[in-house]
């Protein structure tokens, strides 16, 4: 069986307890072997600290369901803000403290920005010093370290960023060389990398790598992914209505597979042979009615590339499909 899920949409459940109930049900319909889930989508942390009374409700209806869980951590976390670090850290934490609640035992965590998103519009193409970005990658990797000691039974796994048009590059994490470094400066079993294939694709447009081939520098350090598909154009930051993105093929669409141009087989390919997770699709609530079709694409392409011949299917355990 391959291991494909697909995230609950926090925008979609916006706190809804009952329509959490309806997506999962409908999950369960059509197959689907694992979930991940928000815990911004669902009130369970406020202003740092775990609701313990909410994410016992929550738990009570995860617990009714066969899934495997992964939690994805709050977007805007970011250990690089020195302004509201402890908050930041503390978000994170009780994001490590929910997961253990749910009995996930993957985090995924978007790394550290040198200039968070929330404030591009006050910046100028800001200049960052060398000195200051190494001290701000030294604290994330502390601090990560820390919490994967702290948090044993996770695993961290850190999201390679989305390029925007102007301000990038805004985070070190666009590049997967420079996330592949980071991760061997924190230094834990249990601190590895969330492959998400849109982002890596808008990254590959950009700075003029090819996504299937820049894998293979860190497929050994892959626990997670996020698939989903684009056309890969880059937008700019404020840009976020997808109505008015995806007639030209604009930013990080997160639209069902098949529906953009990523090379998802040439990039499952190469990963296919150490990758041992889930293929976790993350698809937008806005396209609910077509996370079925979503997924039947998926399975497809791993199909594929198992009955290609020029695979040794001996080899290829990681998707269980053999």
């Keep these: 069986m391959m291991k494909i899920g697909n995230t609950i949409d926090e925008s979609r ?7 959490l109930i309806d997506d999962l049900s409908y999950y369960v319909e059509i197959g689907m072997w694992a979930v991940e889930i928000p815990p911004h989508g669902l009130d369970v942390i406020k202003n740092g600290k775990l ?50 609640e749910i009995g996930a035992n993957t985090v995924v965590y978007h790394p550290g920005r040198f200039i968070p ?20 990658l030294e604290v994330e990797a502390v601090t990560i370290a820390a919490l994967a000691e702290e948090f044993s039974e996770i695993t961290i796994c850190m999201e390679n960023a989305r390029p925007y048009k102007y301000h990038s590059p805004y985070s070190y994490a666009e590049r997967l060389d420079a996330l592949k470094k980071q991760v061997e400066r924190i230094g834990r079993e249990n601190v590895k990398i969330n492959l998400d ?95 079925e079709e979503s997924k039947m694409r998926l399975e497809e392409i791993v199909s594929e590339i198992f009955n290609n011949s020029y695979y040794d299917a001996g080899k290829y355990q990681a998707f269980n499909l053999i």
């Design 117 to 136: 998103e929330e404030r591009f519009p006050f910046y100028e193409r800001v200049k960052i010093s060398e000195i200051e970005k190494e001290i701000l």
């Design 197 to 291: 294939l849109g982002h890596l694709y808008l990254a590959s447009r950009l700075y003029g790598f090819d996504p299937a081939d820049t894998v293979l520098q860190v497929k050994e350090m892959i626990g997670h992914t996020h698939i989903h598909d684009n056309c890969g154009n880059l937008d700019f930051y404020h840009e976020k209505q997808l109505t008015r993105l995806i007639p030209f093929g604009k930013g990080d669409t997160h639209m069902p597979v098949g529906w953009g141009e990523i090379p998802i087989k040439e990039i499952l390919s190469n990963i296919s042979d150490s990758f041992q997770g889930v293929l976790m699709m993350e698809v937008r609530g806005r396209y609910f009615d077509y996370i």
């Design 51 to 100: 609701d313990r009374g909410r994410t016992r409700e929550v738990k009570e209806i995860l617990d009714d369901f066969d899934f495997h869980y992964s939690v994805h951590a709050p977007d805007p976390i970011n250990l690089m803000d020195r302004e509201n670090y402890q908050l930041h850290l503390a978000v994170l934490k009780s994001s490590m403290e929910f997961a253990l």
């Design 13 to 19: 459940i916006d706190g809804q307890l009952a329509r």
